[in-house]
Nanobody, 115 residues
Framework: VQLQASGGGLVQPGGSLRLSCAGSGITLNHYAIGWFRQAPGKDREGVTCIRSSDGSTEYVDSVKGRFAISRDNATNTVSLQMNSLKPEDTAVYYC?????????WGKGTLVTVSS
């Protein structure tokens, strides 16, 4: 099982990025999928998740209205659309899949928001 996060990069404040989490050896729509991030010197925090049962989503307050998580079952990916990016969004972003005690983490992708 592998999760591969991609799409990170350098963006100016106010810009947008779209992260993708691709699964291999795992059917992502059978799992709750989360995006976490870890900024330099800080603990890892949960950013958003999407449930497998009903597709409902949750967001940490700091990204509500700016980030959107979505599934593409045809490509077995989960995306994170990030708009109106702020310097404080700078972090390594990780995707996570969890179900019934089984959980998997992908390697992170670095997002840097800077002018």
């Amino acid at each position: 099982v592998q999760l591969q996060a991609s799409g990170g990069g350098l963006v100016q404040p106010g810009g947008s990025l779209r992260l993708s989490c691709a699964g291999s050896g795992i059917t992502l729509n059978h799992y709750a999928i989360g995006w976490f991030r870890q900024a330099p010197g800080k603990d890892r925090e949960g950013v958003t998740c999407i449930r497998s049962s009903d597709g409902s989503t949750e967001y940490v307050d700091s990204v509500k209205g700016r980030f959107a998580i979505s599934r593409d079952n045809a490509t077995n990916t989960v995306s994170l659309q990030m708009n109106s990016l702020k310097p404080e969004d700078t972090a390594v972003y990780y995707c996570y899949a969890g179900r019934g005690g089984w959980d998997y983490w992908g390697k992170g992708t670095l997002v840097t928001v800077s002018s």
